[in-house]
Every structure is written in C-alpha cells, then in structure tokens.
C-alpha cells in the first residue's frame, strides 16, 4: 500500500497495517526521509478520516471538507524539510515558527538539529500528532500554538519570568499554506503579526496559484524574494 508517495523531493513508504492508536482514529505508520534520515511518522490512514460529531473542530475553523488534511504527509513539507536542513546552519540560535505545520516534518527536522522552533496549526488534532510522532521519533517535545491566522503566537510558554515571551521570530516557515482563495491575504496577515524587521519567511509551493499573489503581498511588506523549484515544488525565501 503506498498512500501517500512523494516522487523527487524524498520518499515515502507506507506500510499495510492500519491500527487505531491513543488518538482514536485509522492511522498508519509511515517512514519518511527529509533531511538525511528516515521519520517514522503517525499518519492518517487516508483522505477519507473525518471525526468532528459536536462540530468543535468545524467551529475552530476547520471545515468538514478539509479536515483531514493536516495529517496527511504532503511533497511539500518534505521539500521544505530538505531545503531547511540545507540552511540549519543559518538557523543556529535563531527562532523559527512554522506555521499550518499539519504533521509537522519541517519541525521534527530543526528540532532534532537542536534549532528552537515552535510548531502551529488551526487543526485542534495537530498537537497530538506532534506529540506522538515526538516520541516515536525521540525528539524533545516541541511546542505547539493553535493558530486561526492571524493571532498572536508566542515562541515560549509563560510570561511571568525572563526572558518574556515574545511575539516574533526570526524565521516563519510554512509549505503548501495557499490553497484556497483566502489564504495568502490571511498568511500575510499572520506574517505582520509575528515577522520583525530581520525575519526571513521560508514557503514551498506545488503550483496551486496563488504564490505570486502572495509575492505581491510580500513586497508591499517590504520583502524581496530569493527562489528556487525542487522537483516541481518551488520555493521562496523572502528577506526585507
């Protein structure tokens, strides 16, 4: 069975046993390679898993139609995760947010290479997605944010001692984050609430359209775009 199978930008190898896990749905284990080494990865079992019967998740901003697309494995998290660890050393003492993380491979990335990166997505299921593939993969715990763009996201937990939190990073990433017609007004949203003057913004795109709206949106932010095509998914580094 091969459910979910990236071609040119890494490999995925789904194995044929389904099991229902502590999260309570269908899932499968799913090795991943990104950024030199294989992820075992807990992932739903295909397209078709839907579980939302008080509507809370719908509330929070995830329609039925799209619910479970965060806990799919997707090319463009695989190629994100690859051209960060490419760039790890850029990223050594620096922040990172990573934003619409689904299952969240481009984090387990920087944090087994000891980058502080903080993982966030709407989904209210993506947070224990992450936790388990944490374990299953020993990475230490990363921490998650639920977002609804745009809303503040904080880099660390409690006010009350120093350092503070705070509310910006000094690289936003983020893959496959525009498909649907809304989205990049909303991500450039996000991305003034939670950028600084230095930040750099990392994206990966398979070619759903919207990109160079979101370039446009960027610039008028003050950000100039570097650019690259991985395998047919393309990539932007924005710097300002």
């Not at 579980?51 to 994100?80: C, K, M, N, R, T």
């Not at 715990?141 to 503040?152: A, E, N, T």
């Not at 600084?196 to 100039?224: A, N, V, Y």
Request: hydrophobic share 40%; proline share 7%; aromatic share 8%.
């Amino acid at each position: 069975m091969q459910a979910f199978l990236a071609i040119g930008v890494g490999s995925v190898s789904s194995g044929s046993h389904l099991s229902t896990t502590s999260l309570g749905f269908e899932t499968t284990q799913t090795v991943v390679t990104a950024g030199h080494r294989d992820w075992q990865l807990t992932a739903l079992a295909n397209r078709g898993q839907f579980d939302d019967p008080s509507g809370h998740h719908e509330a929070a901003g995830v329609p039925p139609a799209s619910w479970s697309l965060f806990g799919l494995v997707w090319p463009s998290a695989i190629s994100l995760a690859n051209q960060l660890h490419e760039r790890i050393d850029m990223l050594d003492g620096l922040s990172v947010l990573e934003l619409g993380c689904g299952l969240a491979l481009p984090s387990l990335v920087l944090a087994s290479n000891q980058v502080n990166v903080v993982a966030s997505d709407m989904h209210p299921l993506a947070a224990n997605f992450l936790a388990q593939n944490c374990r299953s993969n020993h990475v230490a715990g990363i921490p998650f944010r639920p977002c609804l763009w745009p809303s503040p996201i904080s880099d660390r937990d409690g006010p009350s001692d120093p350092p503070y939190p705070s509310h910006t990073f000094d690289w936003i990433v983020g893959s496959d984050l525009l498909y649907e017609t809304g989205q990049p007004e909303h991500l450039l949203s996000q991305i003034k609430l939670s950028a600084h003057e230095q930040t750099h913004m990392m994206i990966t795109d398979p070619g759903r359209g919207k990109l160079g709206r979101f370039e446009r949106g960027m610039s008028t932010l003050g950000f100039s775009p570097a650019s690259g095509n991985d395998n047919g998914i393309r990539w932007r580094i924005f710097t300002r």
